[in-house]
């Protein structure tokens, strides 16, 4: 069974301070590893798709890097805007592309 | 990104009603839609998945009954929960994607409560 587990489940940063957000994951034959942003009572806003491992990806402040295990969603100098929720996700080989979910991290930056 | 827009995006209905959520995928033809839902603080869960012009594929514990899927055409996909309880009352999220895409686009959610 595919599993995606989330560190930590809460993060308060100062403005600034950069940090790293982890998902890690079992899957049978990773087809794609995704990260989302979810602002309260919105659905998920798409971030980044990780294919295979060694890949980065980056956007504005966030990088989001993959291993064969794991996931890191890096955050340079953060400002209040990105507080929020961030999903990992991963679809595995077989799935027809289902998601499978991992619990979050909330990401509160204060100014 | 690929644009998908859900409607409403909050509805209140009286226990034992049927309410209706319409998912479309604006700028795209989405050959797989997916029905998620979230209570609060929790992750999202997958309800069904729906390819075009056949029938829904529901998750482990999921009812087929309860929540009736229709995906009639490449740009709408419909959840119907019938005779709705309180228990009901959830966050459902529904996504899309295209073949040869392993990218889900979100729509914006539909808060169903269940009074």
């Known amino acids: 069974e595919d599993q995606v587990t989330q560190s930590p489940e809460a993060l308060r940063l100062q403005e600034g301070e950069s940090s790293s957000l982890n998902c890690s994951y079992t899957?049978?034959?990773?087809?794609?590893l995704f990260w989302y942003r979810q602002d309260p009572g919105k659905g998920p806003e798409f971030l980044f798709t990780?294919?295979?491992a060694g890949e980065e990806k980056e956007k504005e402040r966030l990088k989001a890097t993959l291993t064969k295990k794991e996931s890191f969603l890096h955050i340079t100098a953060p400002k209040p805007e990105d507080s929020a929720t961030y999903l990992c996700?991963?679809?595995?080989?077989?799935?027809?592309?289902?998601?499978?979910f991992g619990q979050g991290t909330i990401l509160t930056v204060h100014p | 990104g690929a644009v998908v827009s859900q409607h409403p995006s909050r509805v209140i209905c009286k226990s034992g009603t049927s309410v209706k959520i319409e998912c479309r995928s604006l700028?795209?033809?989405?050959?797989?839609m997916f029905w998620y839902r979230q209570f609060p603080k929790q992750s999202l869960m997958l309800m069904a998945t729906?390819?075009?012009?056949?029938?829904?594929?529901?998750e482990q514990g999921v009812e087929k009954d309860k929540f009736l899927i229709n995906h009639a055409s490449l740009t709408l996909s419909t959840l119907t929960v019938t005779s709705a309880h309180p228990e009901d009352s959830s966050f459902y999220i529904c996504?899309?994607?295209?073949?040869?895409?392993?990218?889900?686009?979100f729509g914006q959610g539909t808060r169903l409560t269940v009074v």
């Open positions: 996504s899309a994607r295209t073949v040869g895409n392993t990218e889900a686009f």
């Open positions: 996700a991963v679809q595995a080989g077989t799935s027809y592309g289902k998601l499978t």
């Open positions: 729906s390819n075009e012009g056949s029938k829904a594929t529901y």
């Open positions: 899957v049978s034959g990773l087809r794609g």
């Open positions: 990780l294919y295979s």
């Open positions: 700028d795209f033809q989405a050959t797989t």
